[in-house]
């Protein structure tokens, strides 16, 4: 049987101040990006809710258009994704 630390360790990809570490790090790296692009939080904000506020006028065809890109990325990061998780979980 299966330990609740290595159950939590293993869906989260380590333990959970090193995620925690990790999450950190990289978003002061993107936001460092992003800062350095011109981007502000508010900015990013307006226009999630602009684009979020559109979708409903974008009609049925960028719905499906959404799911095909999704589906075709899907097709590449969900076997390497997995791949990864299952080389880690024999190393461990």
Do not use: C, H
Not at 7 to 21: A, D, K, N
Not at 59 to 88: F, H, K
Request: proline fraction near 4%; avoid cysteine; charged fraction near 15%.
């Amino acid at each position: 049987m299966v330990d609740q630390p290595s159950r939590t360790r293993r869906l989260l990809g380590g333990s959970f101040p090193q995620v925690i570490l990790k999450l950190l790090l990289l978003s002061f790296l993107v936001g460092l990006v992003l800062a350095s692009l011109g981007f502000t939080i508010e900015e990013l904000v307006f226009r999630i809710s602009l684009w979020i506020g559109y979708l409903p006028q974008l009609g049925w065809s960028a719905i499906v258009d959404a799911g095909r890109y999704l589906a075709l990325g899907a097709i590449i990061v969900v076997p390497i994704w997995l791949i990864v998780r299952v080389l880690e979980n024999v190393r461990s």
